[in-house]
Nanobody, 124 residues
Framework: QVQLVESGGGLVQAGGSLRLSCAAS????????MGWFRQAPGKEREFVAA????????YYADSVKGRFTISRDNAKNTVYLQMNSLNPEDTAVYYC?????????????????WGQGTQVTVSS
């Protein structure tokens, strides 16, 4: 069992930056693939970024490539999402998710545990 708690969301102006954190409980955190997803009002939840347990593999959605960076600190049981050059289209609730499998994926259905989400609002 893994419990996930996101933090770091807030209101930022376009062009600004935020860093989201996701703290995980559970002694096997280092063996989980971790992902970030987001859901804007009236839209389906979508993939943002994912990182393998070893940090050797990272995936990004095309819409955030070059602006967002996912990282993890297994010693702290924490995964991060550094978001730069934010624009209003990035406004959404951001969710952290964990996948108990060595194969990293971008599909929502493949993730086993989810956090409660943190709101990110980007003003123009």
């Amino acid at each position: 069992q893994v419990q996930l708690v996101e933090s770091g969301g807030g209101l930022v102006q376009a062009g600004g930056s935020l860093r989201l954190s996701c703290a995980a409980s559970g002694r096997t955190f280092s063996s989980y693939g971790m992902g970030w997803f987001r859901q804007a009002p009236g839209k389906e939840r979508e993939f943002v970024a994912a990182i393998s347990w070893s940090r050797g593999t990272r995936y990004y959605a095309d819409s955030v490539k070059g602006r967002f960076t996912i990282s993890r600190d297994n010693a702290k049981n924490t995964v991060y999402l550094q978001m730069n050059s934010l624009n209003p289209e990035d406004t959404a609730v951001y969710y952290c998710a964990a996948r108990g499998n060595l194969v990293l994926t971008t599909s929502l259905q493949d993730y086993d545990y989810w956090g409660q989400g943190t709101q990110v609002t980007v003003s123009s």
